[in-house]
């Protein structure tokens, strides 16, 4: 058990840290704002990315595995991507009023994009969402799962509690 954890706890900060990468990829290289740090945390991870990553995994690891066929067709990845659309909105919306509750609010606007709620959610960045998540669960996840695998128990807990007491720290700092 303890190990799941641990493995299950770099997935969330692997995930993490692309997914600050890829916001500041945005920011600097497709947007042109320059750079900021694009969460609430001073290390380069988006803890929002991280666990929607482990509910894409956790939630839609048997749908993915199984062969639901229409007609011919395979059509499981789709409904896989419907999914993981569908968790990374209602993820991204919970996250807009927790951070409007604790910070007075969210970190992006979607007013500019058709089909926005609010400007907290909209069909544009869901998509990618559903484009990124795909990478995440059959891409991604499985090669994690070979790195964290070749790990001895030994290296594993060092490098998840090495992780961890930096994550930790962070989160300590951000919010005390």
């Given at each position: 058990m303890k190990k799941a954890i641990e493995k299950y706890f770099l997935y969330f900060i692997m995930y993490a840290m692309i997914g600050w990468i890829y916001e500041v990829f945005l920011e600097v290289v497709v947007y042109r704002w320059g750079f900021s740090n694009r969460?609430?945390?001073?290390?380069?991870?988006?803890?929002?990315?991280?666990?929607?990553?482990?509910?894409?995994?956790?939630?839609?690891?048997?749908?993915?595995?199984?062969?639901i066929y229409a007609g011919k067709i395979n059509i499981t990845p789709v409904l896989v991507f419907l999914g993981i659309v569908i968790i990374a909105t209602v993820i991204e919306l919970i996250a807009s009023y927790i951070m409007e509750l604790t910070r007075g609010g969210?970190?992006?606007?979607?007013?500019?994009?058709?089909?926005?709620?609010?400007?907290?959610?909209?069909?544009?960045?869901?998509?990618?969402?559903?484009?990124?998540?795909?990478?995440?669960?059959?891409?991604?996840?499985?090669?994690?799962?070979?790195?964290t695998g070749r790990l001895s128990d030994k290296a594993l807990n060092i490098t998840a509690g090495v992780t961890g007491v930096l994550f930790l720290a962070d989160v300590l700092h951000a919010f005390l």
């Open positions: 969460g609430v945390l001073f290390g380069p991870w988006l803890p929002v990315y991280g666990i929607g990553a482990l509910i894409f995994v956790i939630s839609l690891r048997k749908l993915k595995e199984r062969k969210w970190m992006w606007d979607y007013d500019r994009f058709a089909f926005n709620f609010q400007g907290r959610i909209a069909l544009n960045p869901s998509i990618r969402f559903g484009i990124g998540g795909m990478i995440f669960m059959y891409i991604l996840q499985p090669l994690f799962e070979k790195m």
